[in-house]
């Protein structure tokens, strides 16, 4: 049938895509195959397998690497896909990516050989970036198509792709345009063709509307045909490319048909630091903090100008929590409060507004009161050192003052009704680890201070250890540092920092963007009126939406000074939730968690990625059950569709994972009296059969044909379009 006709029946079944059909070529009565849980990708060194792969290692999903430039690759044949294991078939692979439809050229015994496997198995293939041609379902895109650059586009989900694997997108899918002078997305629009061999149909999942035309353009689309399916995609990426990251979920589900190792969630927890303490402020004429090593009190004769929550702000941070869904980690210092009292006949309004609200927010220890935990430093020169004594030996906080700066603000909180977590800390500055390149280590006594007060996580700066990593018995949580200033409470104070770091000297700035290796000047400075607005808020939105679709659980951080004041934080969180709800459906939340829990993610991430690495685990589906050996101890990612239940020691069967974005996903354990977790997934049209690979003549694949030259002489090969480009 034609892919017109196709649309109705693929929107009615969709539940069924998830899960697969038999395996073609294979008896009824035959048992059903084991199909491995691991991933083919045949590697070009191009941008777009680069994405895939990095998607697939992100979510924890097993893949098998085959680099086509090297020489002592394996070669890719029967045996190489598939076996049999103690009488019954087995396919090492459940999906199959390729640079293209065919990378290894003209009559390619190893194309054949995959074609075979595929068709025999029901194993699907992505074309990770393709030529719109007939030998993809597609007409040349010369032919009422567009060849070029798509930036600044918008691509739509059709109904078959909301129905299918694209149905936690809301439904459009923007491409990016960063530069006008960089050509940042090249892609190919082409219709289906109209006039397919029977059986063969061309389904569109994600198009475009084709410029100066009335009809649509695939960018990613279902090419069925000869008993095969291949994902089609038409257009230049890399694994930066929110239009990317929109999609990479919907790819993954739709190679393994919805059942895989591994989990992709969009997570988002904001941390507020320094809560109840005032910070300092920037200095717009002095381009410095006095207060800080580099800019002592009293330089332009004026003391410091601290910024500090209100009342009213308070209560506004917890009207913005409830209308906005996400609850705010407030990090907070009990001797902030404290002092205020003590300076202000011993009340402290905004400290009681928040604490009346308590129940509203998250609440972390940041320490009594925000002391430095590392080496004691030496302030007198710029940039400080660390303190040395007589013997050239560092001079450490000691741990008792590390222990007292923890338990006196679990005590203060216990004397105002907070809960917290023991087990999560925020030292200030996240001082006490490694700060590169004064302290290269951490403080020694730290590590027996987290033990001996019972912590856990402690945050650490992503920005200088992206990683988590062991501190003694506690493991480090990385926050992901705003581009929104600690020492800024105004939108004007906001910019004219911002300029001075990203300006360079011949514009008035400090020149550190010269000769940064991981940033760029601006052009010219910003508007202190209008900058923060037109171009910070929608930079930064843009930059940690990407954070939030990179499948990264850590949280971002700002201060309370953000919150107050000109609340200069609020419009670029309003962006980024504003751009989310506008992409994302309602089944695909962004998720919120704490400290803790971000933590755990973490250690159970490193845990499963050391044993797929290390080769032990055993993941494969027969038919309707899915089963996973892992080492003892390491838990089990695992997404399956909606209604899989993990059958117990018992035989009894309970609900597996949590829904989200249309599927359910967990992390399992095996259960008792188990050595695997194992799975029943939702029953099926009709149970997969063996696969009768070997027995199936090779006639009954069509020989693969020699790339033509198309209309208008250009090659049929994928060009490479823009290339790799982060911004």
Not at 367 to 376: A, R
Request: net charge negative; proline share 7%.
């Amino acid at each position: 049938m034609g892919w017109i006709t196709r649309a109705t029946a693929l929107s009615a079944a969709a539940a069924l895509l998830a899960l697969g059909g038999p395996v073609a070529g294979a008896s009824a009565d035959s048992p059903a195959p084991r199909i491995d849980l691991n991933v083919l990708v045949v590697n070009d060194g191009g941008p777009a397998v680069a994405a895939i792969t990095s998607e697939l290692a992100s979510e924890g999903t097993p893949y098998t690497k085959v680099d086509l430039t090297s020489s002592t690759r394996p070669t890719i044949d029967a045996a190489y896909l598939s076996d049999t294991v103690g009488g019954v078939a087995r396919a090492k692979f459940q999906a199959v990516v390729l640079p293209d439809d065919n990378p290894f050229g003209a009559n390619s015994p190893e194309m054949e050989a995959i074609a075979t496997y595929e068709k025999d198995f029901g194993i699907r293939q992505v074309d990770a970036y393709n030529y719109a041609d007939p030998d993809v379902g597609l007409n040349y895109p010369q032919s009422g198509g567009y060849i070029g650059s798509l930036d600044g586009d918008t691509g739509q989900v059709t109904a078959e792709g909301e129905a299918g694997p694209f149905g936690y997108l809301k439904g459009s899918v923007p491409f990016e345009d960063n530069s006008p002078s960089v050509t940042e997305s090249y892609g190919y629009l082409s219709t289906p063709l109209t006039a397919m061999a029977a059986g063969d149909s061309f389904t569109p999942l994600v198009d475009m509307a084709i410029p100066g035309a009335d009809a649509r353009g695939s960018l990613v689309g279902e090419y069925d045909h000869d008993g095969r399916s291949e994902l089609v995609v038409t257009f230049a990426y890399n694994q930066y490319q929110e239009q990317y990251r929109l999609l990479a979920r919907g790819m993954v589900e739709w190679m393994t048909q919805g059942v895989h190792l591994g989990t992709d969630r969009n997570y988002f927890s904001v941390n507020v630091d320094d809560v109840f303490l005032a910070d300092d402020r920037w200095n717009t004429t002095l381009k410095c903090t006095p207060g800080d090593v580099d800019c002592p009190v009293g330089t332009d004769g004026n003391d410091p100008d601290p910024i500090r929550m209100s009342v009213a702000d308070a209560q506004y941070a917890q009207q913005w929590e409830q209308s906005n869904g996400l609850t705010f980690d407030l990090v907070f210092n009990g001797g902030g409060s404290d002092d205020y009292k003590s300076d202000n006949g011993g009340t402290d309004p905004m400290a009681q507004q928040l604490i009346s609200e308590k129940d509203s927010f998250r609440w972390v220890d940041h320490t009594y009161d925000h002391e430095f935990l590392g080496c004691v430093q030496n302030v007198t020169v710029v940039p400080w050192t660390c303190t040395t004594d007589a013997s050239g030996n560092t001079v450490w906080t000691p741990q008792s003052t590390i222990e007292s700066e923890i338990t006196r603000n679990e005590a203060w909180a216990a004397a105002n009704g907070l809960t917290l977590n023991p087990a999560e800390l925020v030292t200030g500055e996240h001082s006490g680890l490694e700060i590169q390149p004064q302290q290269p280590q951490d403080n020694p006594n730290l590590a027996p201070a987290l033990a001996r007060t019972g912590v856990q996580w402690v945050a650490s700066d992503s920005s200088r250890e992206p990683a988590q990593r062991a501190v003694g018995s506690a493991l480090t949580v990385p926050r992901t540092p705003m581009n929104i200033y600690y020492n800024a409470g105004h939108a004007n104070e906001e910019t004219d920092e911002y300029n001075w770091i990203y300006t360079s000297k011949a514009q008035g700035g400090s020149g550190l963007c010269d000769s940064a290796g991981n940033s760029t000047c601006l052009s010219a400075p910003l508007d202190e009126t209008t900058g923060y607005t037109s171009y910070i808020v929608p930079t930064e939105a843009k930059i940690d939406l990407g954070h939030i679709l990179s499948n990264d659980p850590d949280p971002f951080f700002i201060h309370q000074s953000n919150l107050s004041e000109d609340r200069i934080a609020y419009p670029a969180l309003d962006a980024i939730l504003g751009q989310y709800h506008s992409l994302f459906a309602d089944n695909t939340p962004f998720v919120n968690q704490r400290m803790a829990d971000i933590g755990t993610e973490l250690k159970q991430q490193a845990a499963w990625n050391t044993a797929v690495s290390d080769g032990s685990v055993t993941a494969y589906r027969v038919g309707d059950t899915v089963t996973v050996d892992a080492p003892s101890g390491v838990e089990v990612p695992l997404t399956v569709p909606a209604g899989s239940r993990q059958v117990q020691g018992d035989g009894t069967t309970t609900a597996f994972g949590g829904a989200y974005a249309g599927t359910l996903t967990g992390w399992a354990s095996p259960a008792a009296s188990q050595t695997a977790v194992t799975v029943n997934l939702p029953d099926s049209a009709t149970p997969a059969a063996t696969a009768h690979h070997h027995t199936t003549p090779a006639a009954a694949v069509p020989a693969l044909k020699v790339r033509p030259t198309v209309p208008g002489g250009v090659r049929k090969a994928v060009p490479a379009g823009p290339g790799d480009i982060r911004e």
